[in-house]
């Protein structure tokens, strides 16, 4: 049940009410219209600084956005950002198990001697229209038929250990990013992007022992051996306590992966296609690979999964992104 009593909640809710009736009224989305709209990508109806259709970034965006949206912080880690605020570190180090001994600053200057030390996808120009598809776990992909729209875009970013052999119709058969846990590197093509999950100095430690003696005591994984080290790419700390001061208003602990993920592709994108996300048609909750596996109950945890439900409908109603939610 959503908390009436929060104030900034309960504005939330007012914005994406007044949204989804203005939707309701001039309701435009259909099928055929939004996968035109992916791929089209001149005449911009915007002062865009792209040359996408509709932006993300605009320079007449509206106040609710302009105070959320910060394109200064770099959702990846790089040898120019890596060094942590007092605030981020501590919080940051909070996020993970206890006893944290590894000392930070030494373990960020041999992760730069594996990785590349530069930033990524900086590139965004008048000229730029990337489009990319954020795709979710969700059991609504289920009988989509979304496979062809997802792999019409420039990125394709999943989660975890989504499948995709014997789903192509559902959820496509390309991946240029994936963002996981280390426990959860599963199914990786050597032309993927692994975009890793760090949530204590150690995980850098074992990305980087890892790809370079193989496998660290207290987390082997063979997999990495199918890792291309040159694709590999760190989740940034000062980016995800951004996600989770300023678009969730500190709700939950700490933001789920599938809302990490939209962020990410919201800051490097400029359009962005969000599919596998909710509950499924008949109100049930499950991954769309476990089809006998599935509850009536929305999963809970340390997540403000409510919350970031509004976020993302909201995002959808002022035309940030376009949210597919099955058929």
């Known amino acids: 049940m959503v908390d009436l009593k929060n104030p900034k909640r309960k504005l939330l809710i007012v914005l994406f009410c007044i949204c989804a009736i203005t939707i309701i009224i001039f309701s435009y989305s259909s099928t055929s219209s939004l996968q035109l709209a992916i791929r089209q990508s001149n005449k911009p109806v915007s002062k865009a600084l792209c040359a996408c259709r509709q932006c993300i970034s605009v320079e007449d965006e509206d106040p609710w956005f302009r105070k959320h949206f910060n394109a200064s912080i770099s959702p990846l880690l790089s040898q120019k950002n890596a060094m942590l605020s007092n605030d981020t570190f501590k919080w940051w180090q909070k996020l993970g198990t206890k006893g944290n ?55 394709i970013i999943r989660m ?17 990013h994936r963002i996981s846990y280390p426990g959860s590197i599963r199914h990786l093509q050597n032309d993927t992007h692994l975009i890793l999950l760090p949530f204590k100095t150690e995980t850098l430690q074992w990305i980087t022992k890892a790809l370079t003696t193989g496998s660290m005591k207290s987390a082997p994984l063979p997999e990495m051996a199918q890792i291309n080290a040159d694709k590999v790419l760190i989740y940034n700390p000062t980016f995800l306590k951004y996600v989770y001061d300023v678009w969730l208003e500190c709700h939950g602990k700490y933001p789920s992966t599938g809302f990490l993920t939209l962020m990410f592709a919201i800051h490097i994108c400029d359009e962005v296609n969000v599919f596998g996300f909710g509950a499924a048609k008949d109100g049930t909750w499950q991954h769309y690979w476990e089809k006998n596996k599935f509850t009536r109950t929305k999963p809970t ?21 376009k949210l597919f939610e099955g058929r």
């Open 101 to 155: 001994k590894a000392n930070y600053r030494n373990v960020v200057k041999k992760l730069f001697q594996v990785f590349p030390s530069k930033e990524h996808y900086k590139d965004s120009a008048p000229n730029r229209c990337r489009t990319c598809a954020v795709v979710g776990n969700s059991g609504n992909l289920n009988g989509s038929d979304y496979g062809a729209l997802i792999d019409s875009n420039d990125f």
């Open 160 to 176: 975890n250990r989504a499948p995709i052999l014997g789903y192509e119709k559902d959820v496509g058969n390309r991946t240029t």
């Open 301 to 321: 945890g340390v997540h403000a999964g409510d919350y970031e439900s509004i976020v993302m409908k909201l995002l959808a109603c002022k035309r940030k992104i």
